[in-house]
């Protein structure tokens, strides 16, 4: 979508857009709309012809001397209350009425929405790309995109091409991560996805990169990654991608690691009929990562930040892994496997320890990592878990209200401590026949991060949305990525 600013109502064909609040006296511009209204704003208003209804998109026509004019109003509820999530979801609701009208012009009057004029703005930038967002399809009689050939003009007294901007950037960076999700896994390999990521990162301010191939990886004594990826003719992959802004010079970097696994048959320990469709997503929490690592650089923040994704594909074959084999991973701990299909953990074992190398302050994994974190939270909550006192997780709290992602915290106790080293032959064994999958799940990845605080989210449920919302259509959603971008920009991370 295209954005311009003026900082005064400007006459056009195109339809006029408001935010309306309950008391539409709050308006700082009230006098200005209701001249437009011909006076008549109280009228419209209680006749329900706009409804302030929070987040409904109404519309009426007016004629502005001889020339008639659309108007459409999203309602805002009581503006007293209004928080930036409410914000979003209102404003992606206008973006998707746009779209599915196929209304590609419009004038917001940004005077209208009695809020933060910069936060507005960036919630604006966010959503235009976020809410409507639509994969490029494979449909051969597929037409433009509805977002390339949109133009809104914004107008109020302060200039926010900035924030919209940085609004924008974030929300490509969610809408590049969707894509390498939604693309199918016949095309999406481990090797598509490294050279893909490579040439979106290659020449980039601050950034290097290096990829790790099958034949290194299993060299090198990545013990786990190489023997999810062995059943595949797709061979696995290692990508870490550093972006090291020079005021973070001689900070140590925060780590992002991202389960990148391009298909997840379940291996041996096949998944079902059923179970099996939509493991095409297995790879989000890496997609993910990729968006976090984009926005960073998008945005240029003053951080150093080390991006590790790691890509295998579950599949079966007479090379595969069997229920019982035995492995050394990366750190030098074995593993014994009693599931296939609980690769995840493999994957992200020899890359949690691989970003461990790079003696970060933090590390944080994501992962579409269990089927027990969506039977314990749902579809609306990523479950996250941390080998520090529960008050380390109080910043991601406070940004994630902000997000609108929603966090829930998860234990890992002595129970799971003791069950991840239950094996009779080695060190670790990658699973147990007892409940409480997902914080076993987590505590066996707390194996590899050497003593560094590390923070895990389980995105199995939140990775993807079963229908549309204000945030986006069904399928991949990018979770995480506003979050931790914003995590990231509070600055305090290299203290
Ligand atoms: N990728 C799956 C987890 C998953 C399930 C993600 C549903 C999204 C939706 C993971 O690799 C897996 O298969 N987990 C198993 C582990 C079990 C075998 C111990 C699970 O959760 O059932
Ligand atoms: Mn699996
Ligand atoms: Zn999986």
Avoid at 18 to 30: K, Q, Y
Avoid at 200 to 228: H, M, Q
């Amino acid at each position: 979508m295209k954005f311009d600013y003026r900082e005064n109502y400007t006459v056009t064909e195109a339809p006029i857009i408001i935010g309306l609040p309950a008391n539409f006296r709050e308006m700082d511009n009230f006098e200005e709309v209701d001249t437009l209204l011909n006076g008549l704003t109280a009228r419209i208003v209680e006749e329900k012809v706009l409804s302030a209804e929070p987040g409904v998109v109404t519309t009426t026509g007016v004629t502005i001397q001889t020339d008639y004019r659309k108007v459409i109003a999203v309602g805002l509820g009581d503006a007293a209350g209004l928080d930036q999530t409410d914000i979003q979801r209102y404003l992606g609701k206008l973006f998707q009425y746009l779209k599915d009208t196929g209304t590609k012009e419009g004038q917001l009057l940004m005077g209208t929405f009695p809020y933060d004029q910069e936060k507005l703005a960036e919630a604006l930038g966010l959503m235009s790309v976020i809410s409507i967002y639509e994969f490029e399809s494979y449909k051969t009689d597929r037409g433009p995109l509805f977002s390339d050939e949109a133009a809104l003009l914004i107008t109020g007294s302060r200039d926010v091409r900035e924030p919209v901007s940085r609004g924008v950037r974030l929300g490509e960076s969610i809408a590049m991560a969707r894509n390498f999700s939604e693309t199918p896994p016949n095309i999406m390999t481990p090797e598509h996805m490294a050279d893909k990521v490579a040439a979106i990162f290659k020449d980039r301010k601050y950034i290097s990169g290096r990829v790790k191939d099958d034949e290194t990886l299993e060299e090198e004594g990545y013990g786990l990654i190489t023997a999810v990826g062995k059943a595949s003719k797709a061979k696995p992959r290692l990508v870490t991608i550093e972006y090291k802004h020079p005021s973070a010079e001689s900070c140590r970097p925060v780590a992002l690691v991202g389960k990148g696994v391009t298909y997840d048959t379940g291996g041996y320990s096949i998944k079902s009929k059923t179970g099996m469709p939509g493991m095409k997503y297995d790879m989000s929490g890496a997609a993910n990562v990729i968006g976090m690592m984009h926005a960073v650089s998008e945005l240029e923040l003053p951080v150093h930040v080390v991006g590790v994704i790691a890509l295998a594909e579950n599949m079966v074959d007479g090379n595969g892994m069997r229920p019982d084999d035995v492995y050394t991973s990366y750190s030098g701990q074995t593993v014994e496997v009693k599931n296939t299909d609980a690769e995840g953990r493999l994957v992200l074992g020899d890359a949690v320890f691989h970003a461990s190398q790079y003696s970060p302050s933090l590390i944080m994994d994501f992962a579409t990592l269990t089927g027990a974190v969506v039977a314990a939270l749902g579809t609306k909550r990523s479950g996250i878990f941390t080998n520090k006192k529960p008050g380390f997780l109080t910043p991601f709290f406070d940004i994630s209200r902000e997000t609108g992602e929603e966090i829930w915290q998860l234990p890992i106790t002595e129970i799971e401590e003791k069950n991840v080293k239950s094996s009779n032959i080695a060190d670790l064994t990658n699973h147990v026949e007892k409940p409480g999958r997902a914080s076993f799940a987590a505590c066996f990845i707390k194996q590899f991060a050497n003593g560094t605080p590390w923070v895990h989210f389980d995105i199995a449920g939140t990775g993807t949305a079963s229908k549309r919302t204000p945030y986006g259509p069904a399928g991949a959603t990018g979770v995480m990525i506003h979050t931790v971008v914003k995590y990231l920009e509070t600055g305090d991370v290299h203290e």
